[in-house]
T-cell receptor, first 115, second 115 residues
Framework: AQKITQTQPGMFVQEKEAVTLDCTYDTSDPSYGLFWYKQPSSGEMIFLIYQGSYDQQNATEGRYSLNFQKARKSANLVISASQLGDSAMYFCAMRERNTGNQFYFGTGTSLTVIP | GAGVSQSPSNKVTEKGKDVELRCDPISGHTALYWYRQSLGQGLEFLIYFQGNSAPDKSGLPSDRFSAERTGGSVSTLTIQRTQQEDSAVYLC?????????????FGEGSRLTVL
């Protein structure tokens, strides 16, 4: 079974609108972390936001927020007020303690912001 | 340097030749990961080093691939008898577990082209 599932290969959003990128995960480990990375066309991997499995509140970092629904095992990324520079690939990832802190990545979502 | 350093940034080689890719992680980071990313695809896990523990080699695609990490710092990924399907960007990442989110810090990658 896939550890991380991203079901949206491509998404489009109008500039200044909000967009949600979906991510579901699969683990039986009670201790895990969820991460989102951005990869622009330049290829660099940029860390955006982190949510720990024991965190009670949803993580937020500027225009990024993580909609953490533990019972549903989902960790959707919400980008508010989209900007042209947000056009990139977005990867969801999970780190499990039980697997020695191995990181698992989803297949990514390509986001295009339309002016 | 402040970040993860990878070399070479670009490597073009002929089928059948051996190549070595180097990764210099952030100083003090105990965890080091290698991933492979083919054009337009997600990240494929290759190998993971954590401190003095035996590396997790479960992602290496064949016995032509090997990696070592000397002195708990610099890592070298070696591909023997390269094949055209080895063409990809090889990404190295390091992490300091136990502090903050423990997110991965990525290098800029080594782009390998096998002719």
């Amino acid at each position: 079974a896939q550890k991380i599932t991203q079901t949206q290969p491509g998404m489009f959003v109008q500039e200044k609108e909000a967009v949600t990128l979906d991510c579901t995960y699969d683990t039986s480990d009670p201790s895990y972390g969820l991460f989102w990375y951005k990869q622009p066309s330049s290829g660099e991997m940029i860390f955006l936001i982190y949510q720990g499995s024991y965190d009670q509140q949803n993580a937020t970092e500027g225009r990024y927020s993580l909609n953490f629904q533990k019972a549903r095992k989902s960790a959707n990324l919400v980008i508010s007020a989209s900007q042209l520079g947000d056009s990139a690939m977005y990867f969801c990832a999970m780190r499990e303690r039980n697997t020695g802190n191995q990181f698992y990545f989803g297949t990514g979502t390509s986001l295009t912001v339309i002016p | 340097g402040a970040g993860v350093s990878q070399s070479p940034s670009n490597k073009v080689t002929e089928k059948g030749k051996d190549v070595e890719l180097r990764c210099d992680p952030i100083s003090g980071h105990t965890a080091l990961y290698w991933y492979r990313q083919s054009l337009g695809q997600g990240l494929e896990f290759l190998i993971y080093f954590q401190g003095n523990s035996a590396p997790d080699k479960s992602g290496l695609p064949s016995d032509r691939f090997s990696a070592e990490r000397t002195g708990g710092s610099v890592s070298t990924l070696t591909i023997q008898r390269t094949q055209q399907e080895d063409s990809a960007v090889y990404l190295c990442a390091s992490s300091l577990l136990g502090q903050g989110a423990g997110e991965l810090f990525f290098g800029e990658g080594s782009r390998l082209t096998v002719l």
